[in-house]
């Protein structure tokens, strides 16, 4: 095919010019973009920090957080695609960034095994308080994502070990039992990952947590009586219940409403639990919520999220 770009991954052969050249570019010039905006070393680009937190965090810098709630999640995101170039091109360079990088990861979480740069610099008595709103189990998600894309393609477990800390943490801070937290997440994401990670892993535990969070969803009251999730609700009635696809449990819920970034996580990680478990209520339910979006909330591109707001 003329103009043709052969980009090579695991299993797959890419010789589409369209995709090939997308591919080459995101490879070639927007991960190494990415990396020098994470590190706020690209003039002209707006501060991100995200670099700068965690090594704060870490103790080898000084200085304060900056950046929204979930920065952390820039840094996470670069480490998954990062990682997965490695299949389209080897990179030294690339790999001594990742690994680099996860160390400064591993030295910012606490003994613990919490890992939440704002929270550790800006609101530590914050923790766990703002499950609606903060973005902590949003965060891990896509970390736990990150380390898993690594592990598949380096086959390292350097950062997958700081995330099975990491969920062991959450897993002794959430649950049914007494003492815990009976609660899930404001911000979905973490149902998905956990699923890749026991996909990755077989490690049960992974598939526990991602099932307590899709099942426990729309049980009252969860965060719905956190001061933050009532003060927010009060300020604009948007952020309701059903803007965090808690107005009802999975099975109950009729048509997919509200954020819509958050119901394709969840409905994906929903998914997943039903595909493992063979559980027929949830995917008549998934089957439902699929048919209203992609029958009345979808574009003819393919893209949901009607408005600015839900």
């Known amino acids: 095919m003329k103009n043709s770009v052969e980009m090579t991954g695991r299993n797959v052969l890419i010789r589409d010019a369209f995709w090939g050249g997308k591919i080459k570019n995101a490879v070639e010039n927007v991960i190494p973009y990415q990396w020098k905006v994470l590190n706020d070393n690209e003039p002209g680009a707006e501060r991100s920090h995200a670099v700068a937190n965690y090594k704060i965090a870490a103790g080898m810098e000084q200085g304060e957080f900056e950046g929204f709630v979930f920065q952390d999640s820039d840094v996470a995101k670069w480490i998954e695609a990062a990682s997965y170039s490695l299949l389209y091109r080897k990179d030294p360079a690339l790999e001594k960034q990742l690994e680099e990088m996860i160390d400064i990861i591993r030295k910012a979480q606490r003994?613990?095994?919490?890992?939440?740069?704002?929270?550790?610099?800006?609101?530590?008595?914050?923790?766990?308080?703002?499950?609606?709103?903060?973005?902590?189990?949003?965060?891990?998600?896509?970390?736990?994502?990150?380390?898993?894309?690594?592990?598949?393609?380096?086959?390292?477990?350097?950062?997958?070990?700081?995330?099975?800390?990491?969920?062991?943490?959450?897993?002794s801070v959430f649950g049914t039992e007494e003492g815990k937290l009976d609660s899930y997440p404001g911000h979905e994401e973490i149902e998905l990952a956990l699923m890749k990670a026991y996909r990755a892993t077989g490690k049960e535990k992974f598939f526990d947590l991602a099932r307590y969070?899709?099942?426990?969803?729309?049980?009252?009251?969860?965060?719905?009586?956190?001061?933050?999730?009532?003060?927010?609700?009060?300020?604009?009635?948007?952020?309701?219940?059903?803007?965090?696809?808690?107005?009802?449990?999975?099975?109950?819920?009729?048509?997919?409403?509200?954020?819509?970034?958050?119901?394709?996580?969840?409905?994906?990680?929903?998914?997943?639990?039903?595909?493992?478990?063979?559980?027929?209520?949830?995917?008549?339910?998934?089957?439902?919520?699929?048919?209203?979006?992609?029958?009345?909330?979808?574009?003819?591109?393919?893209?949901?999220?009607?408005?600015?707001?839900?």
């Open 111 to 171: 003994p613990d095994g919490y890992l939440d740069t704002y929270y550790i610099l800006k609101e530590p008595e914050m923790r766990w308080k703002n499950i609606a709103h903060g973005h902590e189990l949003y965060v891990s998600g896509h970390l736990l994502e990150a380390a898993v894309a690594y592990y598949e393609i380096t086959g390292q477990t350097s950062l997958l070990d700081v995330m099975e800390k990491n969920i062991d943490l959450i897993r």
């Open 213 to 310: 969070f899709i099942e426990r969803r729309g049980v009252v009251p969860g965060f719905q009586t956190e001061e933050a999730f009532q003060k927010q609700q009060k300020k604009n009635k948007a952020y309701g219940p059903d803007y965090h696809q808690a107005h009802a449990p999975v099975r109950q819920q009729q048509d997919a409403q509200g954020h819509a970034v958050r119901a394709m996580y969840f409905f994906t990680g929903a998914a997943d639990v039903a595909l493992e478990t063979g559980d027929e209520s949830l995917k008549q339910a998934l089957q439902r919520l699929w048919t209203n979006t992609i029958g009345r909330r979808m574009y003819i591109t393919g893209g949901v999220g009607s408005q600015d707001e839900g």
